[in-house]
Every structure is written in C-alpha cells, then in structure tokens.
C-alpha cells in the first residue's frame, strides 16, 4: 500500500508525514531513527528524506532537541555520559555533536553518580577494597568516568 509504485507520491507522503508525526508525538526520535522507522514501515526512500526535510523545516524534527530530551531522560535514570554518548551515536548522532551536547547538559554528573550508587548500595560509603571495586565497576558500566566515579565514592586523588 505505501510502496512508492502503487499510489499516488503526494498521498504516500501525506501518509508518510502524518506517521512520522505521530512517532514525533509519542517521544522525540533522531532522524536516524524516524527514517529506519518509515523506511521499515514500506515507504519510498525519497519520499522518506523529503519528508523528513519537511519536519526539519517545521521545526517537528529537531537534532538538538532530542539530544536534550534523551540527555535528560538518560540522566534520571542514573546513566552517566559516556554511556549516554554511545547511545546517541547508535541513534545517528555524529560523535561530536553528542560530545558537545553532554558537555552543554545542565547536568551534575558527580550527583548523579552519587544518587545511583547509594540507590544500588545504600547509604554508606564502601568499607573494603573489593566493595569499593565492585561499586566502581557499577558506576563504570553506568558510564561514568573516573573522576565522576572518584568524587561518587569521595576518593582522594592521592589515595590511589
């Protein structure tokens, strides 16, 4: 039905803005991400990047506002940014605009580490040396860096 062929190119891009639009109203999407949905969804490709262009143009679809919005949404679920930076370059952003937006994020990274830490472990501060390994590497897989981790657990620089 929305193959490019068997109706009306006007109609499939009517057809094909008014699914983005409702993608876009569900959650904001990438551009990546809205063209693999709409290209999965049977439409033509061209159809696809002028629609899309579109939705640019309106200001529907906007790259800086779904690196926000995801920042965020990441950042309350106690992920830190090299973590969320990886996941805005599957979604199609280039590398350094996902840098450049994190570092822009109004977000207290080194708080953000702490709240995960203590909601995964408690309060107190780590005891042992394997304790205090073992809620590194947590914070590490949430994606925080060394020195968000350090400030996570209150370690001195020099008590390496």
């Given amino acids: 039905m929305r193959a490019s062929g068997d109706i009306d190119g006007d109609e499939s891009g009517i057809e094909c803005e008014k699914r983005a639009v409702g993608l876009l109203a569900r959650r904001e999407h990438s551009r990546f991400e809205l063209e693999r949905k709409l290209l999965a969804r049977g439409f033509d490709a061209a159809i696809v990047a002028e629609t899309l262009n579109r939705l ?3 200001g529907f679809l906007s790259g800086q506002r ?3 919005t995801f920042i965020a949404s990441r950042a309350a679920r106690g992920s830190g940014p090299e973590k969320i930076r990886a996941e805005l370059v599957q979604r199609g952003i280039r590398p350094d605009d996902a840098a ?4 822009d994020a109004d977000e207290d990274w080194v708080a953000i580490a702490r709240q995960a830490r203590k909601k995964r472990f408690g309060a107190a501060l ?3 040396f394997e304790e205090k390994a ?3 590497r947590f914070l590490m ?3 925080f860096t060394k020195e968000q981790i350090d400030a996570a657990l209150e370690v001195d620089a020099d008590s390496d």
Avoid: C, D, I, N
């Fill in 56 to 58: 640019e143009q309106k």
């Fill in 141 to 143: 897989a949430r994606g």
């Fill in 66 to 68: 779904f690196m926000t």
């Fill in 100 to 103: 450049r937006a994190l570092r």
């Fill in 134 to 136: 073992r809620q590194m």
């Fill in 126 to 128: 780590p005891g042992s």
